[in-house]
């Protein structure tokens, strides 16, 4: 059974950077897309980035440029490092895992494995 595992959290000013990890155990960790969502108060789950085949990136309109995903095959861990974070980013945060061919990258859906998540807030 695959297992996620966010760390890196925590409270931030804005304008000032986080990076958080996810690491994966319980399966093939190359077979995994791999993706970052976060959910704020009162708030749908929301697309942040995906890593597909260990290069293509996607990111989300209100991150790009400022959020940077990527993953370490010899440590089975995805990275989300977000710089320039602002309050609309508070949120908690949660990685997920997709077992190739994933249909559509920005769907919570399209994902068979998530973690239990971690918090970020950022003050203003």
């Known amino acids: 059974q695959v297992q996620l595992v966010e760390s890196g959290g925590g409270l931030v000013q804005a304008g000032g950077s986080l990076r958080l990890s996810c690491a994966f155990s319980?399966?093939?960790?190359?077979?995994?897309?791999m993706a970052w969502f976060r959910q704020a108060p009162g708030k749908e789950r929301e697309f942040v980035a995906a890593?597909?085949?260990?290069?293509?990136?996607t990111y989300a309109d209100a991150v790009k440029g400022r959020f940077t995903i990527s993953r370490d095959s010899a440590k089975n861990t995805v990275y989300l490092q977000m710089n320039s974070l602002k309050p609309e980013d508070t949120a908690v945060y949660y990685c997920?895992?997709?077992?190739?061919?994933?249909?559509?990258?920005?769907?919570?859906?399209?994902?068979?494995?998530w973690g239990q998540g971690t918090q970020v807030t950022v003050s203003s």
């Open positions: 890593i597909l085949w260990s290069t293509f990136t």
């Open positions: 997920a895992a997709g077992l190739r061919p994933t249909p559509v990258v920005r769907l919570t859906g399209s994902y068979d494995y």
């Open positions: 319980g399966g093939t960790f190359s077979r995994y897309d």
